[in-house]
């Protein structure tokens, strides 16, 4: 649920927190669903790990009336076809490849969202309800349930958005085979003795965002976005602290006629330890094109250019359509 959605939003460091209007709302912040004037729908796919692992995200939003909207989304993460080499060896310690198996890992994540406009012009806040199931093969299988608010304003051309992610805190409860579990105990003397645990906790998270776009000779605009991305632990982010770590985004998009869009952005600012125990900043660039077409929109987001990180670049797709098209 961390790693974000839709290839614009990626193009421009995740900085959307204020700006996000459309049905990718749901995720970045879900008060801006009220920018909606019909149905939208979305998709994307991403493949990491040199095609290892597969993400993908579907997602469908509607106002319900003029102050009022609601969403639904779905995210998946998975690796497929692992071997499972737990039972290679039989107990005659003989190596025999026919008890070779295959399982996949999956996580996928459902989003309820609902947005609504304030007596207070200029005011919107928006809510999500989060299910979470997590599958591990035969071995392991989990539920969790979490919550989510946002709230955006808007003056003068100026937007201000503020998202906090699991907001009462989501919790995972875990359910572990435990017959699955006994195969592997002794795979290794000393190791695997011991049940895992089954609770898994995700802590509250907070994006604070200010955007503003400016429009010059009708044809052009410049949509200009700074996030302060806020974790309540001590982390490796450029400020960090045993209260909050802050790592800041900022991201540009450049547009032409309300059709083509070209995007920048820089993100991911991290204290990265060298092999000489020194510490240097890392970050992550991102650069990304769009382009629209009567209620179409396809974007493509390339993302940590130059390997500034710890995981390879990604390059990333998506789809947004303003279903109303098909009326």
């Keep these: 649920m961390n790693i974000g959605v839709d290839a614009a939003a990626l193009g421009m460091s995740n900085a959307v927190t204020a700006s996000t209007n459309d049905v990718n709302s749901g995720y970045w912040n879900p008060a801006g669903l009220m920018g909606l004037e019909d149905s939208q729908g979305a998709l994307m796919h991403a493949s990491y790990f040199a095609n290892i692992a597969q993400y993908d995200y579907a997602a469908f939003a509607k106002p319900i009336d003029d102050r009022s909207a609601w969403g639904i989304s779905l995210i998946r993460f998975g690796v497929d076809d692992i071997l499972n080499t737990t039972q290679l060896i039989d107990s005659e310690g003989n190596i025999d490849y026919n008890r070779i198996s295959k399982f996949s890992t999956a996580d996928y994540g459902v989003t309820f969202s609902y947005a609504r406009s304030l007596q207070v012009p200029g005011w919107q806040y928006g809510v999500n309800a989060i299910v979470i199931r997590r599958v591990i093969g035969k071995f392991a299988n989990s539920w969790g349930f979490g919550f989510d608010a946002g709230i955006q304003f808007e003056r003068n051309d100026w937007k201000v958005g503020l998202m906090v992610r699991d907001i009462t805190t989501t919790y995972n409860i875990w359910n572990i085979d435990e017959d699955e579990f006994e195969k592997i105990s ?142």
């Design 186 to 327: 002794n795979a290794i003397p000393g190791e695997n003795q011991d049940l895992p645990e089954s609770t898994e906790i995700t802590l509250p998270k907070a994006q604070l965002g200010i955007s503003r776009k400016f429009e010059y000779r009708y044809d052009y605009s410049i949509l200009a976005a700074f996030n302060l991305n806020m974790q309540f632990a001590q982390t490796n982010d450029i400020i960090s602290t045993s209260a909050v770590s802050i790592d800041p985004a900022l991201g540009f998009e450049f547009g032409y006629t309300d059709m083509v869009f070209l995007r920048a952005g820089v993100g991911n600012f991290q204290q990265v330890r060298q092999l000489d125990d020194s510490e240097k900043i890392g970050f992550q660039p991102n650069i990304g094109v769009g382009f629209k077409y009567k209620g179409i929109q396809v974007d493509y987001a390339l993302t940590d250019i130059g390997d500034q990180s710890v995981a390879l670049y990604s390059n990333i797709f998506s789809v947004k359509v303003d279903l109303g098209i098909f009326r």
